[in-house]
């Protein structure tokens, strides 16, 4: 983009590195995003290229969990200690050989949602082309003499439209056929999210995760006030063809709609969260339910990845009013 009125293409838009000091957050890269027309987000290198932190128009529209940034240093797989440092942001990236509840399947002891949100880029590059912003990420999940996966994610952000895309590609780069699950743990947060957030999915199906969550079934897609000792409400939709998922606060006037192909990623996950201080509303497309992958493998429904096969996951999200 040729612009006479400016010195630098950063007075506008682009792509700053910056690295955190103090707290258990320090020494950590992100990568901080700007198109010049409302939209900002930052990509945090040391944990998976994930979104930390994303807003339009000056709106928030992530939830950043009480345990703030947190590096990969401190990150302790046993039982539920995840949530320690589960910082949540706009994105978090669950997999790649499993997500979900911990479990042990095949004879392997499995943590919560997996370990790729807690592996740092190897590489990370950035440029601008044909009026578009690309951040491109290289992550590595291997061990020798067992699995060896790769994940190139690319972000793309258009210059003059507020809108940013998603390209997955995960490579097996071993020799081993390999359990794959991919969980894009997207999480909604105030002041997008309130009690008058507008909320729609184009789900043809929705099944509660449990018994609590029947209870409250016909009100899925209804957020409420924070709600002291509230507990989780899981709910599985199935779309057909495109999957369309929108939050729009009226109040705002501001919000956002996910898009996707169902048939890339099979299952769809609302992660209903009200409580105080952990209030969220997790959108979720994945290859795999949460459940764990010892029950995704006794359902049927656990995907491999053979040596050399390559798999892309494609996401786009359009930002703005009356979404």
């Not at 947190?70 to 978090?92: N, R």
């Not at 056929?177 to 909320?199: A, D, I, K, R």
């Not at 779309?239 to 769809?268: I, T, W």
């Not at 997790?282 to 290859?287: A, R, S, T, V």
Request: some cysteine; hydrophobic content about 35%; aromatic content about 12%.
């Amino acid at each position: 983009m040729n612009n006479k009125y400016i010195g630098h293409e950063n007075q506008i838009y682009g792509v700053e590195e910056v690295r955190l000091v103090g707290g258990k957050g320090d020494g950590m890269r992100l990568f901080q995003v700007r198109n010049g027309k409302g939209l900002e987000f930052t990509i945090s290198a040391d944990r998976c290229a994930d979104i930390s932190r994303l807003s339009f128009k000056g709106d928030n529209f992530g939830y950043f969990s009480a345990c703030g940034y947190v590096s990969p240093q401190y990150y302790d797989k046993t039982g539920l200690e995840f949530l320690k440092s589960f910082t949540a942001g706009f994105l978090t990236t669950c997999g790649l050989r499993s997500a979900g509840n911990p479990c042990i399947d095949a004879g392997e002891e499995l943590p919560v949602h997996g370990t790729a949100s807690n592996i740092p880029c190897e590489n990370i590059s950035h440029w601008i082309e044909n009026d578009e912003i690309h951040i491109k990420a290289i992550i590595r999940e291997a061990s020798i003499s067992s699995y060896k996966l790769l994940l190139e994610r690319e972000y793309i952000v258009p210059l003059n439209e507020n809108k940013l895309y998603i390209n997955d590609k995960i490579r097996n780069i071993g020799s081993l056929e390999t359990p794959l699950q991919v969980l894009y743990h997207f999480n909604v947060g105030y002041p997008l999210l309130n009690e008058n957030s507008v909320v729609k999915m184009n789900s043809v199906e929705v099944a509660p995760r449990n018994d609590h969550a029947a209870t409250a079934i016909d009100r899925c897609l209804v957020m409420e006030k924070p709600q002291r000792g509230a507990a989780e409400m899981c709910y599985y939709h199935t779309f057909r063809g495109e999957a369309e998922v929108s939050v729009y606060n009226p109040e705002l006037d501001n919000g956002f709609v996910m898009k996707y192909n169902f048939a890339e990623l099979k299952f769809f996950t609302e992660w209903k969260m009200m409580g105080e201080y952990d209030y969220v509303l997790g959108i979720e497309p994945g290859n795999c339910q949460p459940d764990g992958r010892d029950i995704m493998r006794r359902m049927g429904e656990l995907e491999t990845i053979k040596p050399d096969e390559e798999r892309e996951f494609h996401i786009r999200f359009e930002f703005g009013k009356n979404q």
